[in-house]
């Protein structure tokens, strides 16, 4: 195959001298002259394209805080229906978050460390919530966990409710959110050098310990920024926590539930509490990206061979 790649290579190459000489000294006299416009054209329109698609991102947020004044903002603090549906928030994404790395990562490791058959329709079955609409997810939760739903009569004999509770909003959050950490983990683990888990097992760790010592930090880097992700998407969750959990003020109704019943009241101060919850969300994603910049996620490959063999 190599063979026939040079072979192909070579006669591309002698076709362009061919159409060369056909057309003469002067045409690639002129492609000459021409190459270094072109070039600045190419990037020219680069540049163009990249400005376009930076100016509508970043215009929807610079919009909300041109219509914010500060003082607004420090007002809503004080405001008891804001601060109550910010801790809801807070709350429900901090514990699904915390359910989606307790179970999230084991899931991805496994994913990302076996091959077997079905293993393609596993992965699809994590991704699945990314494409399904909200509308879908909430409804699903309540066909799984209602009073009618599959698992209803066994939640009712155990005395549990979960709809239109705060566990509600973290099944909702944590199904809609998932599945960006769980992605992000299994490249971060199928990046992590298998000879460095092959030189593990062989100074005698078994499996537990080898994830924990070996691949657990050498892919901490890409579990964190997995973890950024979907706490960044659970904190503005809003079509299946609706369906699921309702909107009841300081029990399920969070940030982004309080915005929507605001638009229609009071646009101004809707707009307030959507430049509150950027700011939240900027500031956790800051601290953590300002965290891992000082915490030694990737540690050299002698290292963590020699670090390994002396834990044993």
């Keep these: 195959m190599r063979r026939l790649g040079e072979l192909a290579q070579a006669g591309r190459a002698r076709l362009r001298q061919a159409r060369a000489r056909e057309r003469g000294p002067a045409h690639s006299a002129v492609v000459r002259l021409l190459a270094p416009v072109k070039r600045s054209l190419q990037a020219a329109l680069f540049f163009a394209a990249a400005t376009v698609a930076l100016l509508f991102l970043a215009l929807p947020v610079v919009a909300i805080f041109t219509r914010v004044p500060p003082g607004r903002l420090v007002r809503l603090l004080s405001n008891g229906v804001v601060t109550n549906a910010l801790v809801v928030s807070l709350r429900s994404t901090a514990i699904a978050e915390a359910l989606i790395l307790l179970f999230g990562t084991p899931l991805a490791y496994f994913l990302a460390t076996r091959r077997f058959p079905g293993r393609a329709f596993l ?9 399904l609409p909200p509308a879908v997810a909430g409804i699903g939760l309540f066909a799984a966990f209602g009073r009618t739903g599959l698992f209803g009569s066994t939640l009712d004999a155990l005395g549990l409710q979960i709809p239109f509770t705060l566990a509600a909003v973290v099944f909702a959050v944590a199904l809609v959110a998932s599945p960006l950490y769980v992605r992000t983990a299994i490249a971060a683990f199928e990046a992590v050098d298998p000879d460095l888990v092959a030189a593990s097992r062989t100074l005698g760790a078994g499996p537990a310990k080898t994830f924990f010592r070996v691949a657990l930090p050498l ?3 890409g579990l964190a920024a997995g973890a950024a992700l979907s706490f960044a998407r659970a904190l503005g969750e809003f079509g299946a926590t609706i369906m699921f959990a309702g909107s009841l003020r300081g029990v399920t109704q969070t940030l982004p539930l309080a915005i929507y019943e605001q638009f229609s009241l009071d646009f101004d101060t809707a707009l307030a509490m959507g430049a509150l919850l950027v ?20 540690p050299s490959r ?9 834990s044993s």
């Design 123 to 131: 992965v699809t079955v994590v991704e699945l919530p990314l494409v």
């Design 219 to 221: 892919a901490g880097g």
């Design 279 to 298: 700011l939240v969300s900027v500031a956790l994603l800051l601290s953590l990206k300002l965290s891992l910049s000082y915490w030694p996620w990737q």
């Design 302 to 310: 002698r290292t963590s061979v020699s670090v390994f063999a002396r």
